[in-house]
């Protein structure tokens, strides 16, 4: 998602998109370690999600 999608959305819908994101960064971080996950690089465009939606929350 961009950053502009973010803006339009409510507050209840960031807070949920915030929680999906963590799950998947932790399941992308755990599998990693165990070897089962080729896509490292997921992980920091996560992170860069995770920092974009609490940027709007915080606003």
Do not use: C, P, Q, W
Not at 30 to 57: H, P
Request: hydrophobic residues 25%; positive net charge; glycine residues 8%.
């Amino acid at each position: 998602m961009k950053k502009t999608s973010y803006k339009d959305k409510s507050r209840e819908d960031l807070v949920k998109a915030l929680g999906e994101r963590r799950e998947t960064l932790r399941k992308v971080r755990f599998g990693s370690t165990g070897s089962k996950t080729r896509n490292v690089k997921g992980g920091a465009s996560m992170r860069k999600d995770i920092a974009r939606i609490m940027t709007e929350l915080n606003k």
